[in-house]
Nanobody
Framework: VQLQASGGGLVQPGGRLRLSCRAS????????MGWYRQAPGKQRDIVAS???????NYADTVKGRFTISRDNAKHTIYLQMNSLKPEDTAAYYC???????????????WGQGTLVTVSS
C-alpha cells in the first residue's frame, strides 16, 4: 500500500491550493484519513481529518479556511486550502488507516509529503 500526495507549490498570501492524496495497492477498506503538516524545526501537527462516513475535524488554525474531503471510490482525500497565510508554509503529509484484506489488521500509513510555500 502506498499513499501518493500531490498539489503543493508556491502561492502568494491570500491564495489557494488543493492537495490530493491517493492510496493504491491492495486495499480492502480505509477508515480514518487525514492531513498533517510539519514546518522546518517544528513537530508534525494534524491539520484535518475525515472519517469513513465523512465526519470532519480541523485544527483551530485552519478552521474556516481549509476543507477536507474524500472520494471513497478513488481511495483519495483532498485538502482545499483557501486564504493561505505565510504561517501555513510546511510539508503536508497525508495519513490513512487501511486494511489490506478482510483478514488483515488495520495499519497506519503515511504519504511522502508535499511542500506548500506561502510567500510574496
Amino acid at each position: 500500500v502506498q499513499l501518493q500526495a500531490s498539489g503543493g507549490g508556491l502561492v502568494q498570501p491570500g491564495g489557494r491550493l488543493r492537495l490530493s492524496c491517493r492510496a493504491s495497492g491492495s486495499i480492502f477498506s480505509i477508515s480514518g484519513m487525514g492531513w498533517y503538516r510539519q514546518a522546518p524545526g517544528k513537530q508534525r501537527d494534524i491539520v484535518a481529518s475525515i472519517s469513513s462516513g465523512g465526519a470532519t475535524n480541523y485544527a483551530d488554525t485552519v478552521k474556516g479556511r481549509f476543507t477536507i474531503s474524500r472520494d471513497n471510490a478513488k481511495h483519495t482525500i483532498y485538502l482545499q486550502m483557501n486564504s493561505l497565510k505565510p504561517e501555513d508554509t510546511a510539508a503536508y503529509y497525508c495519513n490513512a488507516d487501511i486494511r489490506e484484506t478482510i483478514k488483515s489488521p488495520t495499519r497506519n500509513y503515511w504519504g511522502q509529503g508535499t511542500l506548500v510555500t506561502v510567500s510574496s
